[in-house]
């Protein structure tokens, strides 16, 4: 098992940014590709980002390149999402989560966070 926390998430206005969090205990962090996932009210889960399990290969949503940067620090257990230029269309909870690879597809990720919210003001 892999238990997930989320934090970071807040109000900000357009053109601001945040920085999420998602601190990993359990089993080995470094043994898992990661990834940042959201949902908007009434809407499905939509993948964000994704990083590989050493860090050197990220993967963005088209919606977010340029705009979000994914990153990790094994040695602390700790994933990261730096947003920047955030636009209202943005607002959604956001998850964490953990698969055997750098996947697209929430089906694929074996264990979840419980979310935080991000609401982006315009």
């Known amino acids: 098992q892999v238990q997930l926390v989320e934090s970071g998430g807040g109000l900000v206005q357009a053109g601001g940014s945040l920085r999420l969090s998602c601190a990993a205990s359990?089993?080995?962090?470094?043994?898992?590709?990661m990834g940042w996932f959201r949902q908007a009210p009434g809407k499905e889960r939509e993948f964000v980002a994704a990083?590989?399990?050493?860090?050197?290969?990220?993967y963005y949503a088209d919606s977010v390149k340029g705009r979000l940067t994914i990153s990790r620090d094994n040695a602390n257990n700790m994933l990261y999402l730096q947003m920047n230029s955030l636009k209202p269309e943005d607002t959604a909870v956001y998850y964490c989560?953990?698969?055997?690879?750098?996947?697209?597809?929430?089906?694929?990720?074996?264990?979840w966070g419980q979310g935080t919210q991000v609401t982006v003001s315009s």
């Open positions: 359990g089993r080995t962090f470094s043994n898992y590709a």
């Open positions: 990083i590989s399990w050493g860090g050197s290969n990220t």
């Open positions: 989560a953990a698969a055997l690879g750098a996947y697209s597809e929430p089906a694929q990720y074996l264990y």
